[in-house]
């Protein structure tokens, strides 16, 4: 059991059969004619030689295979994790290749040991601190800055920068510069593509090719861009027009070593590591749940943690750089028939093919063809509309997520990846360092209890019922004592308050430090203090205190049998007029 749930392998190794293996088969070539272009033009956004977005897609895809969990997770280079990458890398100021690309591997080995070590401690929840809509504002403006950046080679000019204002200024400064040939190329390049992802697989479907031909035929759309742009460039001399080329790619696969690097880079690679792990974990994990979802399965966080982490290693020791699992490559995995893991092994073998056979090839390929193809597939992670919907939904959320683009466009990606890591931690504690708290009353005929200001309801001005919303802990303690306090002064006919606990799950020692004190202080006031629905797991730790023992009221099993106990008493009434004593053992 142990050896399974750190090797998945044993689990879905056990019943592979044939039918499983040409489902597997197919699905592979499909990622495999999509992979190869993208890996390309990844390894030239990461500012990388191109074998090494190739040499990423081998190696990973059998070591996610082993220790991943996800049946249709697609590992390997991706837009997001390639930007970031080429800003750690350019932060080390270096200019020999040999120094960038052990530098890349360095990074992934980083990254990789990182992941592992979270999942084997089993911190996979500390990703949930992370709000969606944050990150999905630092995607958005990583797609616009990936975009903005591949525009240079669109338009054959030298710009540069690290920031849209930087990137866009330096565009604008060389546009004299733009070289003809390259724009055009690159144009119809870009139309291409965008033609392909939309519109060729009806057009197809219309002329009566099947579904699953239509979808392999679209999905080839860049493999035709590359040959097509490749044999126009060399037939017509293109290169000596200055059209930049990708030039001579090695042929092979290297050899398996340990990148160097000192520990100078390391201490400077360490934050960037931290961040592609933070954010390739996300990605990868939101994708891989959906997926799996689609046919009820599940994945395992922590091991995710662990197949990623080794996936890293894997791209590190075999002359790659960091990786993480890709939402389209996925998709097209998913939809193409994947039904395990082996689909990863099968398309790293086609990629290994590509990389000893095929490389020759590609010296004529221009650079314009691979932004393109960058442009092409990171538009569709860009989603302005979550600003619409964060404005609309909460003030706070639009807040994080616009600071998050702006940051990540004006200052640069690691500025705006931390802001965004750091935004969400803060979003969740000023959230819940101010909880709802709704003083509610009974609604006529029923047992039921909502807010007074929302509903109908009866209420006893001996009594106040406060029902808290959130559980409770050093960030919000004092929060509710304020709320009790405002409350309770000024009110001389108040004789009871109950705590209405049905939704707190967890009292931590500063809330209960805070209870202890409210409880003194109503005390003080004449004002007795009750509970009523606490969970058992809060009880139990209650009981591990004095605090019931000092209790001046009652912990009531439900909230109507609280205002049954004290709904009759008047103002100052006690024991004398009839009023039952309050039994503290009464939960």
């Known amino acids: 059991m142990t050896l399974s749930r750190y090797l998945p392998i044993l689990t879905w190794a056990r019943t592979y059969d044939r039918d499983t293996a040409l489902s597997d088969g ?28 190739l040499y990423a897609s081998v190696l990973p895809l059998v070591a996610y295979a082993v220790f991943g969990t996800s049946r249709a997770l697609a590992v390997g280079p991706v837009a997001v994790v390639s930007l970031m990458t080429a800003t750690a890398i350019g932060n080390l100021g270096l200019s020999d290749p040999a120094q960038i690309a052990a530098a890349a591997g360095a990074l992934a080995l980083m990254s990789g040991a990182m992941l592992v070590l979270t999942g084997v401690l089993r911190l996979g929840f500390l990703a949930n601190f992370l709000s969606h809509p944050v990150i999905a504002g630092f995607i958005t403006a990583s797609g616009i800055l990936i975009a903005l950046s591949q525009l240079r080679h669109i338009l054959g000019v030298e710009a540069g920068g690290h920031t849209a204002v930087e990137v866009g200024a330096s565009l604008i400064r060389h546009l004299p510069e733009v070289n003809l040939p390259t724009l055009v190329l690159g144009s119809a390049t870009l139309g291409f593509l965008f033609w392909v992802r939309k519109g060729l697989k009806p057009l197809l479907l219309k002329a009566g090719m099947g579904p699953r031909g239509a979808d392999i035929t679209a999905k080839a759309g860049p493999v035709v861009a590359v040959a097509a742009t490749t044999a126009v460039t060399w037939a017509l001399g293109l290169a000596d027009r200055g059209v930049a080329i990708v030039g001579d790619v090695p042929s092979g696969l290297p050899p398996l070593t340990v990148p160097g690097f000192s520990m100078d880079q390391v201490s400077q690679l360490a934050l960037s590591a931290a961040l592609i792990s933070v954010i390739g974990f996300v990605e990868s994990v939101s994708v891989a749940q959906t997926l799996a979802a689609k046919k009820r399965q599940r994945i395992v966080p922590d091991q995710e943690l662990i197949g990623l982490g080794a996936s890293n290693i894997a791209a590190s020791v075999s002359g790659g750089y960091p990786v993480t699992g890709g939402f389209s490559r996925s998709v097209v995995n998913f939809d193409a028939g994947a039904e395990t893991p082996a689909a990863g092994i099968f398309t790293a073998i086609g990629i290994a093919l590509a990389a000893l056979l095929l490389t020759p090839l590609l010296f004529f390929l221009p650079k314009a063809t691979l932004a393109a193809t960058i442009i092409v597939a990171v538009l569709s992670l860009v989603d302005l509309s979550i600003l619409r919907k964060a404005w609309t939904f909460s003030r706070v959320d639009f807040a994080a997520v616009t600071a998050t683009i702006v940051l990540t466009l004006v200052v640069g990606v690691e500025t705006g990846v931390s802001a965004g890591v750091v935004l969400s931690v803060l979003l969740h504690l000023y959230k819940t360092s101010r909880p709802h708290v709704a003083e509610v009353g009974l609604v006529p005929g029923t047992q039921h209890f909502r807010n007074i200001n929302r509903h109908r309801v009866e209420t006893r001005p001996h009594l106040v019922t406060l029902r808290v919303d959130e559980s409770l802990y050093f960030a919000n303690a004092r929060f509710l004592e304020d709320c009790v306090l405002d409350r309770v002064t000024e009110d001389r006919a108040l004789r009871h308050v109950v705590l209405h606990f049905a939704a707190v799950n967890e009292v931590d020692m500063s809330a209960l430090e805070t209870l202890e004190e409210l409880n003194r202080r109503l005390g003080e006031m004449d004002i007795t203090l009750h509970l009523s629905e606490v969970k058992g797991p809060v009880m139990d730790r209650l009981k591990r205190s004095h605090f019931l023992d000092e209790l001046t009221g009652q912990v009531f099993l439900a909230q109507y049998d609280a205002w049954c106990a004290l709904e009759g008493e008047a103002v100052g009434a006690g024991e004398d007029e009839g009023v039952a004593p309050l039994q503290k053992d009464r939960v």
Do not use: F, W
């Open 26 to 53: 197919v699905a592979a070539v499909i990622v495999t004619i999509m992979l190869i272009p993208q890996s390309l033009a990844y390894a030239l956004l990461a500012g990388l030689p191109p074998e090494m977005g």
